[in-house]
């Protein structure tokens, strides 16, 4: 079974930059969509990128589309989150996840069988 191990998450000023990162193991790492969800207090987990298992096509939510870039590198089985212009409504704990080998992109966290333990954004204003 695939094991995923995020990194990267901390405190960061509105306007700022974090880099997460997903380290997988266990499961053919190119033959996964991957995806990045997060969840505020309170708040369900939601959606926020996926990138295909060739790393050609990604998808976001509206309201991080333009600031945030997903990426991997099959050669490590990683995926990555660049996340530029930071606002405080950003802070989260973020989650990568995996599709079962060879599914498509979704953007429901149901259709996710395989999650990180999860890294604590926290933007300040």
């Known amino acids: 079974q695939v094991q995923l191990v995020e990194s990267g998450g901390g405190l960061v000023q509105a306007g700022g930059s974090l880099r997460l990162s997903c380290a997988a193991s266990g499961r053919t790492f190119s033959s996964c969509v991957m995806g990045w969800f997060r969840q505020a207090p309170g708040k369900e987990r939601e959606f926020v990128a996926a990138?295909?298992?060739?790393?050609?096509?990604?998808y976001y939510t509206d309201s991080v589309r333009g600031r945030f870039t997903i990426s991997r590198d099959n050669a490590k089985d990683t995926v990555y989150l660049e996340m530029n212009s930071l606002n405080p409504e950003d802070t989260a704990v973020y989650y990568c996840?995996?599709?079962?080998?060879?599914?498509?992109?979704?953007?429901?966290?149901?259709?996710?069988?395989?999650w990180g333990q999860g890294t604590q954004v926290t933007v300040s204003s």
């Open positions: 996840a995996a599709r079962p080998a060879y599914y498509s992109a979704s953007y429901a966290p149901g259709d996710y069988d395989r």
């Open positions: 990138i295909s298992r060739s790393g050609e096509r990604a």
